[in-house]
């Protein structure tokens, strides 16, 4: 009987470690992922870029810019604002959107705060 099991726990013991495996993994990609992805890098940086789609949410004196950006930073963190200087008005551009579509579901929430708010592309 001692032998019988003393032969059983050998074997499993046996197998155990007989058919483990030990390896290392290795990750294959295409080099010109990396230059994609560089490339992709460059292109979000630019915030000017004209195929954007921005929205205005204050035009006027400087005091007013301050208030209405602080007003934003306050109500939407989510989207990014700066403040534009052209002769003679200060103005708060919203945002960066890609499309129509995310600039239009933007303004449909930023319009309950500011009413004057309108979609627009940058002149380049």
Same mark, same amino acid.
Do not use: C, H
């Given at each position: 009987?001692?032998?019988?099991?003393?032969?059983?726990?050998?074997?499993?013991?046996?197998?155990?470690?007989? $058919?483990?495996?030990?390896?290392?993994? /290795?990750?294959?990609?295409?080099?010109?992922?990396?230059?994609?992805?560089?490339?992709? &890098?460059?292109?979000?940086?630019?915030?000017?870029?004209?195929?954007?789609?921005?929205?205005?949410?204050?035009?006027?004196?400087?005091?007013?810019?301050? !208030?209405?950006?602080? /007003?934003? &930073? /306050?109500? $939407?963190?989510?989207?990014?604002?700066?403040?534009?200087? /052209?002769?003679?008005?200060? !103005?708060?551009?919203?945002?960066?959107?890609?499309?129509?579509?995310?600039?239009?579901?933007?303004?449909?929430?930023?319009?309950? &705060?500011?009413?004057?708010?309108?979609? $627009?592309?940058?002149? &380049?």
């Amino acid at each position: 009987m001692k032998t019988s099991i003393l032969s059983i726990l050998v074997f499993a013991l046996g197998i155990t470690f007989g $058919f483990s495996q030990q390896g290392k993994t /290795e990750i294959n990609r295409d080099p010109k992922i990396d230059v994609l992805m560089n490339l992709m &890098k460059e292109m979000n940086k630019n915030d000017n870029d004209s195929d954007r789609y921005k929205i205005q949410i204050y035009s006027g004196n400087r005091s007013g810019a301050q !208030k209405a950006q602080s /007003e934003f &930073k /306050e109500s $939407f963190s989510e989207w990014y604002s700066t403040d534009v200087y /052209e002769p003679p008005n200060f !103005k708060i551009w919203v945002g960066n959107f890609r499309t129509r579509l995310e600039a239009d579901r933007a303004l449909q929430q930023i319009k309950k &705060k500011f009413p004057i708010a309108f979609i $627009f592309k940058p002149k &380049k």
